[in-house]
């Protein structure tokens, strides 16, 4: 005889005292518990994947580069984040300097574009020294520190 009571969720054998439980009520629990979990394990919707794992445990990665001086720079990341914070160590992020915007950081979404003279294609980016259109961007500077934040 299988029990006089079930479980709320799962209807599971809840016995009570005067119930005779029988071979076929366990391997029924056993049963039901087994398509459960099996069904909750397969769920892709409810679990993380390789990458979004990656993302939770190791958000993100923080490398800091030495300036160059050269017009245009290429930096090969080791990951493809999908934003980079790019900026000067110890300068103020935006100045003005003899009445010209002086810009010491970027901010680039992966193949989505970016602020001026920063610019991120998968594991590539593209930074600026020098000006255009009035304005200073001062993103590879010799001998300054820079930081690059990759959010991946």
């Known amino acids: 005889m299988s ?3 079930k479980t709320e969720n799962l209807h599971l054998n809840k016995w009570i ?11 029924s629990d056993n049963n039901i518990i087994d398509e459960v979990i099996t069904t909750h394990i ?9 990458i979004e794992k990656e993302r939770a445990s190791d958000p993100y990665k923080l490398r800091v580069i030495q300036g160059t001086g ?4 290429i930096v090969n990341l080791d990951i493809s984040p999908q934003l980079v914070i790019y900026f ?15 810009v010491n950081f970027g901010i680039a979404l992966n193949r989505n574009g970016g ?13 600026t020294q020098g000006t255009q259109n009035g304005v200073k961007y001062n993103l ?13």
């Not at 769920?43 to 994947?49: A, S």
């Not at 602020?115 to 930074?127: Q, R, T």
């Open 3 to 5: 029990s006089t009571n």
């Open 140 to 152: 590879n500077e010799s001998d300054t520190q820079y930081v690059i934040v990759g959010f991946i």
């Open 42 to 50: 397969d769920n892709d919707g409810v679990h993380l994947r390789g």
């Open 115 to 127: 602020s001026g003279g920063c610019e991120l294609s998968d594991k590539k980016l593209v930074l």
């Open 88 to 102: 000067a160590f110890d300068e103020a992020p935006v100045k003005v300097s003899s009445g010209t915007a002086v």
């Open 70 to 73: 050269e017009s245009s720079r």
């Open 17 to 27: 005292e005067t119930d005779k439980p029988t071979r076929a009520d366990f391997v």
